[in-house]
């Protein structure tokens, strides 16, 4: 996991972080199941390029290793499909993680490895530049989520990983938590207002949970296959999650506040590439497109 990772230096060596490349392809559903074609690199190295995310239909941000002599650290770049090209936008000296579009459009948020190795929340611009140190008082954050109200759900490393609700109105709030021993995979879930992340038991069984920040209330809704870490949802409420490196998808039915929760089918891809190597994924606004992070 990348947040345990980047604990340990500012900058690493090469063998640190497990190399990986992002790939971009279009959707399509048919009778049969669904479907991705056109799959093309986002990346193509042997460094670690991961936690894509899409601002819109066109516009993939994401996490990549840059290598400077015998260390490295990560930047966010920022990738156009109707251009096929991507750009290093933070250049900083300091390392960067997890980029998540705010709520009002104006920027986005990174996490932020500083000089004394400490994982801070930061607010960019979309020129790359550090505009804000948001929930001072929280550290170390691992990955994150905002809601609706601008408010923020924090993953926080630790003996156990938490999952904490904070306010950036209020720089001195220290978050309250939520649950604890949780996943990586934090967000909201279409068609609610809420947000969803997981707990996997001693079993490796993996339960996915339903916070509803208005209630504050967390209800149970259903399992991701055994050991999956990462999900993604569609803008329908539809899961698209891994089972031994192969991915698959289920649609949850949503009445009122039931969770109707059906079965897993493999999504194909018609591609040479992410055939059973699959981690993280990211689906576009609209679902026309889906981002894979595939291992060699």
Known sequence: MLASISLLTVTYSYAQLPASNIYVGQLERHERGVKIKNLTEVTNGDVYANQPYFFDENTLYFTQEVKKGDS???DIFRFSIAQNMAVNITRSEQSE??????MDGTGFTVIRVNSDNLQHLWKFGFD???ISHLVPEI?????????????????VLGEPQKLLFADPAQPDDEGLEIAASIGASIYEMPLTLGHTYTIENDQGKVKLFWFDANSMTNTSIGYLPDNAEYYAWSSSAELFTTDNGVLVTMPFIISGQDFIYTHYTSVEIDSEFCQGN??????????????LVCHD
Request: no cysteine; proline share 12%; glycine share 4%.
């Open 72 to 74: 490295s650290q990560t």
């Open 97 to 102: 993680y997890s980029p998540t579009p705010t």
């Open 128 to 130: 790359g530049k550090p």
């Open 139 to 155: 550290e170390p954050i691992g990955y994150h989520a905002w809601t609706r109200d601008d408010r923020l759900l924090l993953f």
């Open 278 to 291: 699959v981690s993280r994924i990211a689906l576009s606004p609209y679902n026309d497109n889906i981002a």
